[in-house]
């Protein structure tokens, strides 16, 4: 598994809200929906590649 690097992260208010509800609806920490959301962009823009055994 790599290595996470933690920083910091600004973000309104009513987006950080709309975050934490979507995260509580899908059972993920707001870290972890952060974490899946980046990377579902990465990998529909072509910039990652999906690897065999993701759950995406």
Do not use: H, Y
């Amino acid at each position: 598994m790599a290595k996470k690097k933690p920083f910091v992260l600004r973000i309104d208010e009513e987006t950080l809200k709309i975050v934490e509800k979507w995260a509580a609806d899908e059972f993920r920490s707001i870290n972890g929906q952060l974490e899946w959301i980046i990377n579902k962009a990465l990998q529909e823009s072509g910039r990652k590649k999906n690897k065999p055994d993701s759950k995406s």
